[in-house]
């Protein structure tokens, strides 16, 4: 049997919220019952993207997690509200319209946080997937529609293909758990790893100058695991580092000068190794 499954591409997201914008146009002031009541004007976001900054001035990153309803394969909130929560056979996992109203322990069911408590209508909502769409023939919700950069997309097959998509894109869940999501992500480094950055120069007629041809070489108790080259302003950065994975050793290496070790302890962050100037040997 084909299901649905959402991929989100931390790479592509700029974080502009139209899948935000697309979803409150397609449930506000709409009840599309019996998938589900309307959505709140502000209050609730179905899907939302969090901004999350790595590294530290001058070498950091910006980036956006779009977070939505997992429809979670095993999901935590169907254990705990069996009778209000519908798990449909092409995946997409539904509130109970009529048992969400005013089941305020429905609303706490979720531990990822994606089941809101609509005040006005007095019942507890979630993203569907726009399922009253796409059982009409929709390729796609509207969030996923309205994404402009791709960073959302949809597969509708069987979960065998789509084990292989996971393989060959390295996708990844966004929580750790038993809860097999069915929305995961590519480029999820970008959340939940750490990268080394820095940069390097040498003294070239009494004017610092850009190393840009160093190559930074980096170890773990004597294991190499990756090097690079310094770019065109002599920076560098090293990515896909697990957090409190501990501690390195980076050798920077230019011809005609002294080689540079330092090391480096990772822990939550992404550590700045500041700017460096090569001696001549
Ligand atoms: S993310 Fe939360 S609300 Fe969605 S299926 Fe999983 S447990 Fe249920
Ligand atoms: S519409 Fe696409 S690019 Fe914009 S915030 Fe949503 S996922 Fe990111």
Redesign the pocket.
């Known amino acids: 049997m084909k299901k649905w499954h959402m991929v989100v591409d931390l790479a592509k997201c700029v974080g502009c919220y139209n899948c935000l914008l697309a979803c409150k146009d397609e449930h506000v002031g709409n009840s599309w019952l019996p998938y589900t009541d309307s959505q709140q004007h502000h209050e609730d976001k179905w899907i939302n993207s969090k901004r999350v900054e790595r590294g530290s001035v001058p070498y950091t990153e910006v980036a956006f997690v779009t977070e939505t309803?997992?429809?979670?394969d095993n999901?935590?909130?169907?254990e705990r509200c069996p009778d209000a929560?519908i798990k449909r056979p092409d995946g997409i996992?539904l509130l109970d319209a009529a048992r969400a109203k005013g089941n305020k322990n429905l609303a706490d069911a979720?531990?990822?946080g994606?089941?809101h408590w609509n005040e006005e209508l007095g019942t507890a909502q979630?993203c569907t997937m726009c399922a009253h769409l796409l059982d009409q023939g929709w390729k796609e919700p509207r969030c996923v529609q309205a994404c402009p950069l791709r960073a959302l997309s949809v597969v509708y097959c069987e979960d065998s293909e789509f084990e292989k998509i996971v393989e060959k894109q390295k996708l990844k869940p966004l929580t750790d758990g038993s809860?097999q999501?069915r929305v995961l992500y590519r480029n999820l480094y970008k959340y939940n790893k750490c990268f080394i950055a820095g940069g390097l120069s040498y003294i070239k007629d009494g004017i610092e100058t850009a190393a840009t041809e160093a190559k930074i070489k980096l170890s773990m108790n004597g294991v190499p695991l990756k090097e690079t080259y310094a770019d065109f302003l002599g920076e560098y950065k090293i990515d896909r580092l697990p957090k409190n994975s501990g501690t390195y050793t980076l050798e920077y290496i230019m011809p005609g000068y002294k080689t540079i070790v330092k090391q480096v302890e990772i822990k939550e962050e992404s550590p700045n190794m500041g700017c460096l100037t090569f001696e001549k040997e």
Do not use: F, G, L, S
Request: aromatic fraction near 6%; hydrophobic fraction near 30%; charged fraction near 5%.
């Open positions: 309803c997992q429809h979670c999901a935590p909130c169907a929560v996992v979720c531990p990822y994606h089941i979630k809860n999501p």
